[in-house]
């Protein structure tokens, strides 16, 4: 179903907007969450660690996709919000054939790599096998991924969050049934998780196509063509690429801290792991009332509504904080029953306690988090992309440097410390960029 977020009340829209994109995250980061329960608790903690040790490649690999996919998005939401129909299908057309090549590019050159890039993380070698063939069986999965985000992306720029929400439920379900096949029932091990992850991605792939296809008169996108134009090609690679090369840098920066956790042995790999997965769903909120605010910029931008972005921004922020709060106390008082959902106390108590650290430190840090992304969403709404780019290379810098000057003192947990405080660096850029006015010039369409 479209929404016309350029009428009504922004908070509202925005909200209700973000609540079925909510419920898709956590259900999305459920792929994750019960490949890292099912593994941690039936395979094992090496295993686990295995599992978590390959994340940051993956997502460097297909960074340029994802990156690529919301800049298409911007185009998408501006085209609705001015009424340029025929661009959008144009933008849509182009978005796709793109994608498709992509995929199969990243597909090769991420087996190719992906044992010489967890040699250079210092994975250990107990685990080294495991991650490398979890790792490859993601990667023949690319497809399904690819066209996942790209038919999420163009239904959530017009304005439809319910659609990618259905699609991840049934994918989450599959999931969860196939974990449970494949490594218990079968004994298949980290093979098996990735082989379920992957399969439920293509579900949710075809489900969204096939909506698109028969809903495409209400979405606007009737009459579509196999036909594009090199400046929708190159429009997508000018507001993509900034977005992508963000993703890849805060990836890296990612994957220097991995280097230094695997550094550190098995037990605070698997504490790393389990305690990140705990982390992705709780900042689900962040992230997805950020995105809802990103469409609610795009369709209004293209409108010409500017002070209506300004007051989105402003009310949104103020729930998020709110939220932030909430999330922060929570994980805070149930820390060890949540780390305990990955691992076994009795056998991993070290992991568990390291993990809590983790937890503590990152959590209080989340209303800094949702400062950086609502101001960086409001922008790229807007179609200043570029600034996504430079908040990552700061980012990035304040994460490495951080975390490798404050390991030496305080060991693992100084690995933590260094994630708020990137994030504080990351947020300067959007806020002085946002106050400085020159964002309003930057309409797409």
Not at 37 to 56: C, H, I, Q, R
Not at 330 to 351: P, T
Request: hydrophobic fraction near 50%; proline fraction near 2%.
């Amino acid at each position: 179903m479209v929404c016309d977020m350029t009428k009504g009340s922004p908070l509202k829209l925005i909200l209700s907007f973000s609540v079925p994109m909510l419920i898709g995250n956590i259900f999305q980061q459920v792929y994750n969450f019960v490949d890292a329960a099912v593994v941690g608790k039936f395979v094992g903690a090496e295993s686990l660690a295995a599992v978590g040790s390959t994340g940051t490649i993956i997502y460097v690999m297909i960074c340029l996709m994802m990156g690529l996919t919301s800049g298409a998005g911007i185009i998408i939401s501006q085209c609705f919000g001015s009424r340029n129909f025929k661009e959008m299908r144009r933008t849509v057309t182009a978005l796709v054939y793109i994608v498709l090549i992509l995929s199969v590019v990243t597909t090769f050159a991420g087996m190719i790599t992906v044992r010489p890039l967890l040699i250079l993380l210092s994975t250990p070698t107990n685990v080294l096998d495991e991650a490398v063939k979890y790792a490859d069986i993601v990667f023949a999965f690319t497809i399904g991924t690819a066209l996942y985000n790209t038919a999420s992306a163009i239904l959530r720029s017009l304005g439809d969050s319910r659609t990618p929400l259905c699609s991840l439920i049934l994918a989450s379900l599959l999931n969860v049934g196939l974990d449970l096949l494949f490594v218990v029932v079968f004994n298949w091990g980290v093979a098996g998780a990735a082989i379920a992850t992957g399969i439920a991605q293509i579900v949710s792939a075809i489900y969204c196509i096939i909506y698109i296809v028969i809903r495409r008169q209400q979405l606007n996108l009737d009459g579509i063509t196999f036909r594009t134009t090199k400046r929708a090609i190159k429009k997508i690679f000018q507001t993509g690429i900034p977005a992508a090369l963000e993703s890849c840098l805060i990836a890296l920066g990612t994957m220097s801290v991995q280097r230094l956790v695997n550094s550190c042995g098995p037990m605070t790999m698997a504490a790393y792991t389990s305690a990140t997965k705990i982390d992705s769903i709780a900042i689900a909120p962040i992230v997805s009332i950020g995105t809802s605010l990103s469409v609610f910029a795009g369709q209004n931008m293209g409108a010409g509504n500017l002070d209506r972005i300004k007051k989105g921004l402003y009310h949104t922020l103020l729930s998020l904080i709110a939220i932030c709060a909430v999330l922060a106390v929570v994980i805070v008082v149930f820390r060890y029953q949540l780390l305990g959902l990955f691992l076994d106390s009795s056998k991993a108590a070290e992991a568990i306690t390291i993990g809590s650290k983790y937890l503590t430190i990152v959590c209080v840090a989340y209303m800094v988090a949702a400062v950086m992304r609502s101001y960086l969403n409001v922008l790229r709404g807007a179609g200043d992309v570029n600034t996504s780019a430079i908040a990552g290379v700061l980012e990035l810098v304040g994460r490495i440097i951080f975390a490798y000057i404050l390991v030496s003192p305080f060991g693992s947990t100084g690995i933590w410390i260094a994630t708020p405080l990137s994030w504080v660096m990351g947020a300067s850029v959007p806020v002085i960029r946002y106050y400085s006015g020159k964002w309003k010039g930057k309409r797409l369409v």
